[in-house]
């Protein structure tokens, strides 16, 4: 089975989160990356938990599929090597901070000199240009800076960090869209483009009602916790065991359906939440009334009549429900790799991009330091064995 991005090649320059995630998104798609790293050491991120029988599960996880040759990017015949490789490559991907691939020269300006076709995306915290350039970042430095943090957690609770690293995972995902785009006009004019992606770019273009509520009231939103700020009922509510998640939309047939199969007519019948705009504004006295009947029947009980009558509804899953999931089975959501050196498989998201034709279910191993080097030279670059070893023993790779 094709996948969607055969015959593209992928130098990789990523480290840590926001750069791998994007390339192993590439190479799910089925472009052949080449990820380089130091020799011996490899990249950091290896040396991040958690760590099953001595290897990184978190580097595994966003590293699978490439292949890894190892370079000493300061050794000058090092840098002849990685140019030989990047006159074949269609993508670059590097996540330094800006000006890094410039003294490594290794900028954009100078290999578009060399491949003029090159896409070569740069993911940094705060873009290529702007007041805040050099600044240094983590995903919880941008989560604060992109006024994320202000907007998340508990009503009068402290700042509060999304709890999955979206301040990288968000421009990853915006870099392959980007790397895509600058391809498609590439396939139109032949030529490649610089893509810049900026970490907190990233956040600021996903705050969709916090933003919009800001331009309209002239006021900053803070937290709410799970609830939404202008639909009710839309949020978590303790149940009997547990906590239920119910969201009815702005449409007085549902909630007046969803108060009648939830054996709660009176909320239905209460002039205070009469519609969306007054639940809105009675949000919390509606919250206790809710609850209150939510207590009486575990969760089970609540998705069964909700789902039933067509109501979004879910319990709050954890990572053990999502392993146990059989929907999160069938759509190929979690996948099993056998990772050389491990016991048992890894089990690792899949992609949860599914196309006709795309093969979503065959993931190779993530690799292990420059265990690729002596193939990709001497297939793309036509060194021999003899060429390799020499490379070695003068530590270029």
Not at 120 to 133: K, V
Not at 223 to 249: E, K, L, M
Not at 285 to 310: I, K
Request: glycine letters at 10%; hydrophobic letters at 40%.
């Amino acid at each position: 089975m094709a996948h969607l991005l055969d015959g593209l090649l992928v130098i990789d320059f990523t480290t840590a989160l926001s750069g791998p995630f994007c390339t192993m998104t590439l190479r799910d798609l089925g472009a052949r990356v080449i990820k380089i790293e130091q020799p011996e050491v490899g990249e950091g991120f290896r040396r991040i938990g958690p760590f099953f029988e001595g290897q990184s599960g978190y580097f595994n996880s966003v590293n699978r599929g490439k292949e890894s040759v190892t370079f000493d990017l300061k050794h000058p015949r090092a840098l002849a090597l990685v140019k030989d490789l990047v006159r074949k490559a269609d993508i670059v991907v590097e996540n330094f901070r800006p000006g890094v691939m410039d003294r490594l020269g290794l900028s954009y300006q100078d290999l578009k000199a060399i491949n003029p076709r090159l896409v070569f995306l740069s993911i940094s915290g705060f873009g290529q240009t702007g007041p805040y350039r050099d600044y240094p970042a983590f995903d919880v430095v941008v989560q604060a800076m992109s006024g994320l943090m202000s907007i998340n957690g508990s009503e009068g609770g402290e700042p509060t960090r999304v709890g999955t690293s979206v301040g990288d995972i968000v421009p990853g995902m915006y870099g392959v869209i980007g790397v895509l785009g600058a391809l498609e006009r590439r396939h139109r004019t032949g030529e490649g483009g610089h893509v810049d992606i900026s970490m907190m770019d990233g956040l600021i273009a996903i705050i969709e009602n916090a933003m919009m509520r800001y331009w309209v009231t002239g006021e900053d939103p803070g937290p709410i916790g799970s609830r939404h700020p202008a639909i009710t009922p839309f949020s978590a509510y303790p149940s009997a065991d547990g906590y239920i998640v119910v969201a009815v939309a702005n449409n007085a047939a549902m909630y007046t359906k969803f108060c009648q199969v939830i054996g709660a007519p009176e909320l239905d019948q209460n002039p205070g939440y009469a519609n969306n705009d007054l639940r809105n504004a009675n949000v919390k006295q509606f919250t206790e009334d809710l609850s209150d009947v939510f207590r009486l029947q575990p969760t089970a009980h609540w998705l069964e009549v909700l789902r039933a009558a067509g109501i979004p509804a879910s319990s709050v899953n954890r990572m053990s429900d999502i392993h146990a999931d059989p929907h999160v089975e069938a759509r190929h959501m979690l996948i099993h790799v056998e990772q050389p050196g491990l016991s048992r498989p890894q089990i690792m998201p899949g992609t949860p991009v599914k196309v006709t034709g795309h093969n979503d279910t065959d993931f190779e191993h993530a690799p292990a330091v420059g265990e690729h080097t002596d193939t990709v030279l001497m297939d793309l670059l036509g060194l021999s064995q003899d060429e390799v070893d020499m490379l070695r023993v003068e530590e270029v790779v």
